[in-house]
């Protein structure tokens, strides 16, 4: 099939390889004419690991192309929406202004039958509204707008797009759903599940994942705060709750909460349009789940402070961790950036080391970089551990001793061997867990 991708953000970028790596001839198109030239010589804007393979596979092949050209859509007849659609300035809205702008760049171009497949996290109701638009300027019945949300987790795209654990196709005719569902035949004939549904539940299925794990990641934060004041081991607990089949061990890791560039402005802008749709308890609901993240930034920074005996003015701080997770490069509300921002604006020296973030902190003055976890910890009276790269996990403690100034480290994400450390001499502090 000849198909369009507008958006080649890591979403969109791997989203239009994979479909060329099952042999379908795919146009990028993305108003970055950097990112565009990156992508068109098989180079990676961003890590991902397994991208580079991929994406150098489709464009060798010549069935992957990129362009900054509405015109390079030729005559292709399915057109993915994988624009970003972050949070409105100044409000928890969602910015739709790159999906109005890629079906309106698309409109001159649609032909009859066009199909406009929405990937985005959206709004529910934005699919109808897309609709309405390509009725009013085109006649009814001559294009249609579909919703296929993608569920991609940031460092496992490549992994998430062969083999996901779900397929959701909206579309309003059984045509649409017939046609989206043979762009992803070699999954479905691998037995992959398919949910068929109207376009409005699958809008709904995506940010009602996104909210249904941000929930349940301050659940269990609220459960580590517990914890502390009882005296009680946050990770004995999710060991114990995990291994309830209804529960289940994923996704329960306590500590400095979540980040990125998906759960937190996706948890809003459904509480956002959950209140515009009438549904208090819903806003009040997922109001809270973020404020409870939130204070997990807050309650790291005060462990900090209260570690450095009452303030942190001048005091040297190594911070391990720049990205809002690990395998990432991704620092968009990262909960390690935040931490170490409010700790440098406190009076803090603070110097960051980042397998793969670091470039992002290079016009940052209240920020040191180091590239390596000694130069970070160098001279340190406190270490941080503020995002889960294995490297850390994996650090020497005897060894990381010889050059801190003293050996107090947070583990804000849980991920130290406490036993090796504290052998080690070091006093490890974790919210949630005993001293
Ligand atoms: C998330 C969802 O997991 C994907 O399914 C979704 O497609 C994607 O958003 C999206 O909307 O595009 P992602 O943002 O890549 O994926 O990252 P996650 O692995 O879900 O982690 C999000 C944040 O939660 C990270 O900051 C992570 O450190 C934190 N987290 C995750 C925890 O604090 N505890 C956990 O147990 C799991």
Known sequence: MRISVFGTGYLGATHAATLAHWGHEVVGIDVDPHRVRRLAAARPPFHEP??????????????????????????????????????????????LRAVWSAVD???????????????????????????QRLDEALGAGRAEVAWNPEFLREAHAVEDSLRPDRLVVGAGSDDA??????????????????????????ELAKSSANVVLASRISVVNVLAEVCEAAGADIERLTEVLGL??????????????????????????????????????????????DEVNTHQRHRTVQLATDLLGGTVRDRHIGVLGAAFKADSDDIRDSPALAVASALAAAGACVTVHDPKAAHHLAHRRDLRVADG????????????????????AAVDPAALSAVVQRRVVVDARLSLDVERWRAAGWDVRALGRPR
């Open 373 to 392: 976890i000694d130069s970070a910890c160098a001279g340190a009276d406190l270490t941080m551990v503020l995002t889960d790269w294995p490297a850390f």
């Open 50 to 95: 397994g991208f580079a393979e991929l994406l150098t596979g489709g464009v060798t092949s010549g069935r992957l192309t990129f362009s900054t050209e509405l015109d390079a859509v030729g005559d292709a007849d399915l057109h993915f929406l994988c624009v970003g659609t972050p949070q409105l300035d100044g409000s928890r809205a969602a910015d």
């Open 244 to 289: 309830d089949p209804r529960i289940g061990p994923h996704y329960l890791s306590p500590g400095l909460g979540f980040g990125g560039g998906c759960l937190p402005k996706d948890l809003r802008a459904f509480a956002s349009r959950a209140a515009e749709l009438g549904v208090s308890t819903a806003a009040q609901l997922l109001d809270a789940v």
């Open 177 to 202: 759903a017939d046609r989206i569902c043979a762009v992803y035949a070699p999954l479905i004939d691998a037995g992959v599940p398919v949910v068929r549904t109207d376009p409005c539940t699958a």
């Open 105 to 131: 760049a698309l409109l001159p171009r649609l032909g009859a039958g066009a199909l406009v497949v929405g990937r985005s996290t959206v709004p529910v109701g934005t699919a109808t509204l897309l609709q």
